[in-house]
C-alpha cells in the first residue's frame, strides 16, 4: 500500500485524532471526580492557611470541621442571603459582576477562643487571575493573615506573592482609617520599606521589585473585593 | 539476548542521555530541587517513552514517512496528558510542584530522539527495552541530583530532615545555593567528570 498517497495520510491522521480524542476524554472525566476533591482540599487549606492553621491533605477536611465554625453568604447590603453555600460560590463570576449586586462569602473561624472573619478575594495580575484569603479580627479592620496564589505570574518576580515574606506584613494591618473610612491595603513601589518610608505603616506594604503590574494587581484585588463587604463590616462591628 | 542487554545497559552509562548525550539537560535543572520530584519526574518519563516507542513500533510500518513527526507528537503528547491527569488525581501537591514541567516531557528531546532514531525502525519489544533504559538513565541522574541537591540545600531527603541537629549547632548552614538551577548545572558536570574519568569507553585518546 502507498503510504505516501494523500487519501491515505489523511484517513490515517483522522483516525489517529479519533482514537486519541477518544482516550483523552475517557481519561478526563474518570479521573474528574478525584481531581475536583484535590481541588476542595486545597481550597479548605488555604481558607485555613489564612488563619495560621497549616493543614496537610490528609487532615484538612477535618481541620476544617473544627476551625471554620459557620460559613454564610451576605449581600452588598450586610444582609445575610439564606440557602446560599459560601464554599459553593464562583468568585470568578462574582468579581465580574458590579459591587451591588456580588454574592459575598464569608467564612467564620473559631481559634482559641477567638473569632476571625475569612474573605475569600479574586483579581487580575499580569499574566493570569490572582487570588486568595483574608483573614480578619474580630474587630472587623485589622488584618489577622492573608494567603494568595496565582496561576502563572512571573517565577520569581510576581510569583512571590504567594511567598511568606510578602504575606507576613499583611497581618495588623487595618481597613479602615482613624475617621472610620475604608481606605483598603496599598502596596508601596520601591523595594523593601517602601510602605515605611511613605509613612504607610497601617494601611501599607512593600511592593515586590520587577513585580509591579502584580503587587498593583494584587492591590486592585484587595480594594475591589473587600469594598462591597463595607457595609457588613461596618454593621457586624456596632 | 546479550544485545537486548546492552539496549539496557548502554543508556544508563555510557550512552547516558543527560550526562553522554546532553538531552534533557533543561528539566534536569528545573525540578531536582527534591527528591520526591525528581523521582516522580522520573517515572512519568519513564512511563512516557516506554509507551511511545511500543506505540510507535507497532505503527512503524503503517506510518506515512511525511507525517511521521506529527504522529510522534501526537502519541507524546497525549501520554504526557494522562500522566499529568493522573497525577492531578492522585499525587496533587507533587503535580502542583511539577507544574508546567510535566507537560514539558512533550518537548524533552529524549523522547523525540528515540522515537525517531530507534522505534521506527525496532520491533515492539526492543523498542520497550530501549525505552526503559534510556528513561532510566535519564531518571538516574535525575535522582543523583536532586539527592545532593536536596541533602545539601535543605537538609532533608524525601522531606524528612536527615542533617543531624548538633550540625547546625555546631555552625553548618545549608547551602542556599543548592537549591538555584546553577547548582544542578554543576552536580550534573561533576557527575560526567566522573563518570569520564572512570568508564574506559569514554576515555578519550590523547
Same mark, same amino acid.
Given at each position: 500500500?502507498?503510504?505516501?498517497?494523500?487519501?491515505?495520510?489523511?484517513?490515517?491522521?483522522?483516525?489517529?485524532?479519533?482514537?486519541?480524542?477518544?482516550?483523552?476524554?475517557?481519561?478526563?472525566?474518570?479521573?474528574?471526580?478525584?481531581?475536583?476533591?484535590?481541588?476542595?482540599?486545597?481550597?479548605?487549606?488555604?481558607?485555613?492557611?489564612?488563619?495560621?492553621?497549616?493543614?496537610?491533605?490528609?487532615?484538612?477536611?477535618?481541620?476544617?470541621?473544627?476551625?471554620?465554625?459557620?460559613?454564610?453568604?451576605?449581600?452588598?447590603?450586610?444582609?445575610?442571603?439564606?440557602?446560599?453555600?459560601?464554599?459553593?460560590?464562583?468568585?470568578?463570576?462574582?468579581?465580574?459582576?458590579?459591587?451591588?449586586?456580588?454574592?459575598?462569602?464569608?467564612?467564620?473561624?473559631?481559634?482559641?477562643?477567638?473569632?476571625?472573619?475569612i474573605i475569600p478575594i479574586r483579581g487580575k495580575g499580569l499574566w493570569g487571575p490572582l487570588w486568595?484569603?483574608?483573614?480578619?479580627?474580630?474587630?472587623?479592620?485589622?488584618?489577622?493573615?492573608?494567603?494568595?496564589?496565582?496561576?502563572?505570574e512571573t517565577p520569581g518576580l510576581g510569583s512571590e506573592i504567594n511567598q511568606e515574606a510578602f504575606?507576613?506584613?499583611?497581618?495588623?494591618?487595618?481597613?479602615?482609617?482613624?475617621?472610620?473610612?475604608?481606605?483598603?491595603?496599598?502596596?508601596?513601589?520601591?523595594?523593601?520599606?517602601?510602605?515605611?518610608?511613605?509613612?504607610?505603616?497601617?494601611?501599607?506594604?512593600?511592593?515586590?521589585?520587577?513585580?509591579?503590574?502584580?503587587?498593583?494587581?494584587?492591590?486592585?484585588?484587595?480594594?475591589?473585593?473587600?469594598?462591597?463587604?463595607?457595609?457588613?463590616?461596618?454593621?457586624?462591628?456596632? | 539476548?546479550?544485545?537486548?542487554?546492552?539496549?539496557?545497559?548502554?543508556?544508563?552509562?555510557?550512552?547516558?542521555?543527560?550526562? %553522554? $548525550?546532553?538531552?534533557? !539537560?533543561?528539566?534536569?535543572?528545573? /525540578?531536582?530541587? *527534591?527528591?520526591?520530584? &525528581?523521582? #516522580?519526574? =522520573?517515572?512519568?518519563?519513564?512511563?512516557?517513552?516506554?509507551?511511545?516507542?511500543?506505540?510507535?513500533?507497532?505503527?512503524?510500518?503503517?506510518?506515512?514517512?511525511?507525517?511521521?513527526?506529527? %504522529? $510522534?507528537?501526537?502519541? !507524546?503528547?497525549?501520554?504526557?496528558? /494522562?500522566?499529568? *491527569?493522573?497525577?492531578? &488525581?492522585? #499525587?496533587? =501537591?507533587?503535580?502542583?510542584?511539577?507544574?508546567?514541567?510535566?507537560?514539558?516531557?512533550?518537548?524533552?528531546?529524549?523522547?523525540?530522539?528515540?522515537?525517531?532514531?530507534?522505534?521506527?525502525?525496532?520491533?515492539?519489544?526492543?523498542?520497550?527495552?530501549?525505552?526503559?533504559?534510556?528513561?532510566?538513565?535519564?531518571?538516574?541522574?535525575?535522582?543523583?541530583?536532586?539527592?545532593?541537591?536536596?541533602?545539601?540545600?535543605?537538609?532533608?531527603?524525601?522531606?524528612?530532615?536527615?542533617?543531624?541537629?548538633?550540625?547546625?549547632?555546631?555552625?553548618?548552614?545549608?547551602?542556599?545555593?543548592?537549591?538555584?538551577?546553577?547548582?544542578?548545572?554543576?552536580?550534573?558536570?561533576?557527575?560526567?567528570?566522573?563518570?569520564?574519568?572512570?568508564?574506559?569507553?569514554?576515555?578519550?585518546?590523547?
Open positions: 500500500m502507498n503510504t505516501n498517497s494523500n487519501l491515505y495520510i489523511f484517513i490515517y491522521s483522522s483516525v489517529m485524532v479519533i482514537i486519541v480524542a477518544a482516550a483523552l476524554s475517557f481519561t478526563a472525566i474518570t479521573l474528574q471526580p478525584l481531581q475536583e476533591k484535590n481541588i476542595e482540599i486545597e481550597k479548605q487549606q488555604n481558607i485555613l492557611a489564612s488563619v495560621n492553621i497549616e493543614a496537610t491533605t490528609e487532615n484538612a477536611q477535618e481541620l476544617y470541621k473544627k476551625f471554620i465554625t459557620n460559613s454564610y453568604v451576605v449581600n452588598s447590603k450586610g444582609e445575610k442571603l439564606e440557602g446560599k453555600i459560601a464554599f459553593n460560590s464562583n468568585l470568578a463570576q462574582e468579581v465580574a459582576k458590579a459591587h451591588a449586586d456580588r454574592d459575598l462569602p464569608i467564612y467564620k473561624c473559631t481559634k482559641e477562643e477567638k473569632e476571625y472573619f486568595g484569603y483574608i483573614a480578619l479580627e474580630a474587630d472587623l479592620n485589622t488584618i489577622y493573615g492573608a494567603v494568595f496564589d496565582h496561576k502563572g504575606q507576613k506584613p499583611f497581618k495588623g494591618k487595618t481597613l479602615f482609617n482613624a475617621e472610620g473610612k475604608f481606605v483598603s491595603i496599598t502596596v508601596h513601589k520601591g523595594g523593601k520599606g517602601a510602605a515605611a518610608a511613605a509613612g504607610d505603616l497601617e494601611h501599607g506594604v512593600d511592593a515586590i521589585s520587577g513585580g509591579t503590574i502584580t503587587s498593583k494587581g494584587l492591590e486592585a484585588m484587595i480594594s475591589d473585593c473587600l469594598a462591597p463587604y463595607e457595609t457588613f463590616l461596618k454593621t457586624q462591628k456596632n | 539476548m546479550g544485545k537486548n542487554n546492552k539496549l539496557f545497559t548502554n543508556p544508563i552509562n555510557i550512552e547516558n542521555p543527560v550526562t %553522554v $548525550q546532553i538531552l534533557g !539537560i533543561c528539566a534536569a535543572l528545573a /525540578i531536582t530541587v *527534591q527528591l520526591k520530584a &525528581a523521582v #516522580v519526574m =522520573s517515572l512519568s518519563v519513564l512511563f512516557v517513552l516506554a509507551f511511545a516507542n511500543v506505540i510507535i513500533s507497532l505503527l512503524r510500518n503503517t506510518i506515512p514517512s511525511r507525517i511521521r513527526i506529527i %504522529v $510522534q507528537l501526537v502519541v !507524546i503528547a497525549s501520554l504526557v496528558i /494522562i500522566v499529568d *491527569q493522573v497525577l492531578k &488525581a492522585y #499525587v496533587y =501537591s507533587v503535580s502542583k510542584q511539577l507544574s508546567v514541567f510535566v507537560g514539558l516531557i512533550i518537548t524533552n528531546c529524549i523522547i523525540m530522539g528515540r522515537l525517531e532514531a530507534f522505534a521506527l525502525g525496532n520491533k515492539p519489544i526492543p523498542a520497550l527495552i530501549d525505552g526503559i533504559g534510556n528513561a532510566s538513565g535519564y531518571g538516574l541522574i535525575l535522582i543523583i541530583v536532586a539527592f545532593f541537591r536536596e541533602l545539601l540545600g535543605s537538609g532533608t531527603l524525601w522531606g524528612f530532615p536527615v542533617v543531624p541537629k548538633a550540625f547546625y549547632n555546631f555552625g553548618y548552614a545549608d547551602n542556599g545555593l543548592m537549591i538555584l538551577p546553577p547548582m544542578a548545572l554543576i552536580t550534573v558536570g561533576v557527575i560526567i567528570w566522573v563518570q569520564r574519568a572512570n568508564v574506559k569507553e569514554l576515555i578519550e585518546e590523547k
